[in-house]
């Protein structure tokens, strides 16, 4: 904690804030700052020039303890309620803990609950820890679920805790980690990280807001309502739950006759949001689809509410304000529910029985998948349900129709005038003018106040371009020798999985039993490829990402990386996480005599130096056109090698050992697919987009680029709803991969082919497309580097680096008022969507609407001007926008001569 001097000697230095007030600790010393508010003890102080510390209010002056008092906003107190509704002090008895028949096993019992966990739980954590599993229970006996219909001291809640939240998604048959997982059979497990029980593990890697008490509140919420999932109508169930996750926790225990106090927060907190308004229209469409399960993500948040408010007013409101309707209502389902639970018990002994059964090293299981045992155990009857789904369906259609009859066919406007003059004004209209009022109003740019605005940034403010080199003066290397004697890459962590080397710029994690030599040659590779890039005259430094590290990742395991990997991809750099990932297979690595990787005769970089050509692009990549960095890449990775150094005058050779390899490549992999290195595949892949470059991998085949529908679906006219959705700039939708490769059938074995690294994907037509794309690519990016302006070496293709780099303080501006602008699209749907659910609104089919001539439709927002012309751009695709650098106005019929000629002087025939 900063001291009050450290904060004084801190503001003697800055001006003084405007509107700050001078604060005084307990022993005089006096500061200038703004209050920012008071949490747990602790004030915010904003010092001048804007920092801000915390500082602890009890060593503040008494003026300025009673200055931050006056500050606080009261809690409000609870409004008075029946004696009914206080919440009742509970008396469960002693909790008690027996040995279970597992011998590691204990059996916790209290109350209405038991549960099973593998130690021994003390006392008073125990009760801590459940009481609210059991508050929830009194807390839907209060909604009026029957108290047959939920657990009891001779049914108990049975949970049995497991280790993690893997153990649970396991046990309960679900897909993804779970705090509470809950069998179709209706057997329970909870994880113990979950209830805080473990030694001072939080809850399991399950996020989930609120105290631990809320948490396990919400959870038990579904587990005390498994029995009536199969008949109750979806508001209902959501209103369920929510009323139980509304509720403030005491002491661990739910509080209901704080109810309507936590409803006033729930409808202060609508109104602060501005996300949305509850109108009698969503009431009634929510109570008109019973049958509609209400899911618990954002979209689904107004229907929650509007079943909350519902079953708020049907419990609180209506009637004489005890909830009886709702009552009687739920009490028809107490025969049907319970029986439902019988069957989950049935269902849940049966799964036990054959779950012993196959435990026992006796039984055998069959061909046909059935099974063989001992007859000590006698053959467990299949539990069959008691009631089918259709009949469940008529069932929850009928309930649905009982509450239609209380609200006499009118529940949205009887719910809001009930709750409006009950006091419950916030966040509900009924009113027309009040909801048309709603959308209109609000600060710019927030949800319930969409307003359009001007997003186009200012490039004038830009970062002026770091000045380039004339290209005429830029001189080509004759050869780069790629790091004869590097330093050996320092290990700076290692465990019994993993091992991190560092050496200058780089830092790349590998296995932890990598041989000496084979270290020392990836950091070769490293430095070697740095040292390229300073003597190429692309004036393009290798600078890191960030001013940290080039940073790479190498998997022993193919499993490991395909799980993370691209399909059919021997490596790929990831923009996003600025770091690549290389597998050894794709290098030429085996294990020697001593079990360390090592490198063998066909150990080949090529993927190394492919992805580092990605990583030291990274700050330009953005705005670069997809073939332009996979050409770069695949030109990098072409450079002629010997004795460690590249011969530059020796690339014409090593262009055409590549188109062969490449070519017989495409012959190998697949006999129908027959691609040469052709003027008509030059031309597409100069034209193609980042989406159309990926479709034709993903469909096997050539995919010419084509202007597809605008990245924005507008109201064709002023009673036309949005019908589409808003599409991010088009750039590399996905990150940028290496080579394609092949998976061979597991009867072959993986052998190393010449000039490729080793074979690791599968050999069909999307492999060879890639292969297309990626030969076209580094041709054209040959060919613009080196043959299309002979006597001005590296131009036009250098011209349009300069120019893309030159670009890309703009880009990024151009590409934060994208993001704003995205967010601002969201609000205009949002709008509509508020819009078309006001009286008089109606939708005429085909995404028309119509309504009253009075109201005002929200209107589109306009996108940010492009700092460049996007009427030339084919598609959305941004980096083509300087194209016209490399085609100088050209016809295809004029580039198609050009490229023949072009390559034609280098030896080299294209079809």
């Known amino acids: 904690m900063r001291t ?97 028949r597992e011998a590691s096993q204990w059996l916790h019992t209290w109350g209405t609950l038991a549960i099973q966990c593998p130690m021994e739980i003390q006392r008073a954590k125990f009760e801590k820890t459940f009481r609210p599993v059991l508050g929830v229970g009194r807390v839907l006996e209060s909604l009026g679920l029957p108290q047959s219909t939920l657990p009891s001291a001779k049914q108990p809640l049975f949970i049995r805790l497991l280790a993690s939240a893997d153990d649970v998604a396991k046990a309960a048959d679900q897909p993804q980690p779970s705090g509470v997982g809950l069998r179709t059979t209706g057997r329970i497990f909870g994880s113990i990280p979950f209830f805080d029980l473990g030694d001072g593990q939080k809850s399991g890697g399950i996020e989930q807001p609120g105290s631990a008490d809320t948490r396990i509140a919400q959870a038990s919420v579904g587990l005390h309502l498994r029995g009536w999932k199969p008949f109750l109508p979806g508001w209902i169930r959501a209103g369920i739950e929510e009323y139980a996750n509304m509720l403030p926790m005491e002491k661990g225990w739910p509080q209901t006759a704080h109810a309507r106090v936590a409803m006033k927060k729930v409808q202060a907190s609508l109104v602060e949001k501005r996300t949305f308004i509850i109108t009698p229209t969503l009431i009634d469409e929510v109570l008109s689809q019973p049958l509609a399960m209400i899911g618990t993500g954002e979209s689904d948040r107004p229907h929650r509410t509007a079943s909350l408010l519902t079953l708020f007013y049907l419990r609180h409101i209506h009637g004489d304000g005890k909830g009886e309707e709702l009552r009687k209502s739920l009490a028809v389902l107490e025969p049907k529910v319970a029986a439902w639970l019988a069957y989950l018990s049935d269902a849940g002994r049966y799964e036990e029985v054959w779950e012993q059964i196959k435990a026992d090293p006796s039984t055998i299981k069959e061909a046909d998948g059935s099974y063989r045992f001992s007859s000590s155990y006698e053959v467990p009857i299949t539990p069959q349900p008691p009631i089918e789904i259709s009949d469940r369906e008529a069932i929850i259609k009928g309930i649905g129709e009982s509450f239609n009859t209380i609200f006499n066919g009118k529940a949205g406007e009887t719910v809001i005038t009930g709750l409006i003059k009950a006091g419950f004004t916030q966040g509900i209209a009924v009113d027309p003018a009040q909801i048309a009022s709603f959308y209109q109003s609000g600060k710019a740019g927030e949800p319930g106040g969409y307003q359009p605005r001007d997003l186009t940034p200012d490039y004038s403010k830009a970062r002026a371009p770091r000045p380039h080199p004339p290209i005429d003066q830029r001189a080509w290397p004759v050869s780069i020798v790629m790091g004869s004697q590097p330093p050996m890459p320092t290990q700076v962590a290692s465990t019994g999985t993993s091992a991190t080397y560092r050496l200058g710029n780089f830092e790349f994690e590998t296995g932890p039993d990598l041989s000496v030599p084979l270290v020392r040659e990836v950091g070769r590779v490293f430095v070697g490829m740095e040292e390229i890039f300073q003597r190429l005259p692309w004036d393009l430094p290798p600078i890191p990402p960030e001013g940290g590290k080039f940073r790479a990742k190498l998997y022993a395991d193919v499993k490991d990386y395909a799980a993370i990997a691209p399909p059919l991809t021997s490596g790929f750099y990831s923009i996003k996480d600025k770091l690549f990932h290389v597998p050894y297979a794709s290098l030429g690595m085996e294990r020697d005599d001593k079990g360390r990787w090592s490198k063998t005769k066909d150990f080949n970089p090529d993927t190394l130096m492919h992805e580092i050509t990605h990583m030291m692009m990274d700050h330009v990549v953005p705005v670069l056109p997809i073939w332009v960095a996979e050409g770069a890449a695949e030109y990098v990775e072409t450079l002629p090698m010997k004795g460690g150094a590249v011969v530059m005058n020796e690339m014409p050779k090593a262009l055409k050992d590549y188109i062969l390899h490449m070519e017989g490549f495409q012959t190998r992999a697949n006999s129908n697919y027959r691609y040469r290195a052709s ?6 892949v100069l034209h193609i987009t980042g989406k159309a470059w990926h479709n034709s991998v993903e469909q096997g085949r050539r995919v010419k680029p084509t202007m597809p529908s605008p990245a924005i679906a507008r109201p064709a006219t002023a009673n036309t709803p949005p019908t589409g959705v808003l599409q991010p700039t088009e750039r590399y939708p996905k990150d940028l991969t290496v080579k394609p490769v092949i998976v061979l059938p597991p009867d072959r074995q993986v052998v190393p082919v010449s000039f490729e690294p080793r074979i690791i994907g599968n050999s069909n037509d999307r492999a060879a497309m890639q292969h297309d794309l990626y030969m076209h690519s580094c041709l054209l990016f040959y060919y613009f580097m080196h043959l299309d302006n002979p006597a001005r070496r590296g131009d036009p293709m250098l011209t349009f680096i300069d120019k893309a780099s030159d670009f890309i303080e703009q880009f990024k501006l151009y590409e934060a008022a994208g993001k704003e602008y995205e967010k601002l699209f969201s609000f205009y749907r949002d709008a509509w969507d508020r819009f078309s659910l006001l009286p008089g609104v109606t939708r005429t089919g085909e995404g028309h609407i119509s309504y009253p001539s009075h109201m005002v439709p929200p209107q589109p927002p306009d996108a940010p001007r492009a700092p460049f012309d996007k009427s030339k751009l084919p598609d959305e695709d941004i980096t083509l926008s300087n194209l016209d650098t490399l085609i100088k106005g050209r016809t295809d019929d004029q580039l198609n001569k050009a490229f023949r000629e072009g390559f034609a002087r280098i030896g080299i025939t294209i079809e």
Request: glycine content about 8%.
């Open 679 to 684: 003027v008509s595949g030059l031309l597409n």
């Open 4 to 100: 009050f001097f450290m904060i004084f000697g801190a503001a003697l230095c800055l001006p003084v804030v405007t509107c700050a007030r001078t604060w005084t600790d307990a022993r005089g010393r006096k500061v200038e700052a703004e209050f920012g508010g008071e949490t747990n003890g602790l004030v915010k102080l904003t010092l001048p020039g804007g920092k801000t510390v915390d500082y602890p209010l009890k060593d503040l002056s008494a003026a300025d303890q009673k200055f931050v008092a006056d500050q606080r906003i009261p809690e409000p107190a609870p409004e008075p309620v029946p004696a009914t509704e206080n919440f009742p002090v509970f008396d469960f008895g002693v909790p008690k803990v027996e040995t279970a």
